[in-house]
């Protein structure tokens, strides 16, 4: 299972999230999400947890527990939805099917 870590002190590394879950069982692989510019941790990652059951007694012992002083966030992380990454397909910004002789 994908469990999603939220409101992580940005201190905390990938060794010490994953050293946390492996309390309920083994723990596939640990990520904190990190900004591309800068490098520095977004504040969230994921757990991924092979076991359902151990990631789910995780879950729900973690939720709501404190780390590092802030109260973290666990749950069952959501399927991102598929986005266009190609070109401007979303449409945002720029001129978009307009002339620039429109002004």
Known sequence: MNIFVGSLPFRVGE???GQLFSQYGEVSSARIIK?????????????EMPDDSA????????????MGGRKIAVNKAQERES???????????GYGDRSRDNY
């Open 15 to 17: 060794e010490e999230l």
């Open 35 to 47: 900004d591309r510019a800068t490098g520095r941790s977004k504040g969230y990652g994921f757990v």
């Open 83 to 93: 986005r266009p990454r190609s070109g401007n397909g979303d449409h945002r910004g």
């Open 55 to 66: 990631a789910q007694r995780a879950i729900d012992e973690l939720d709501g527990s404190d």
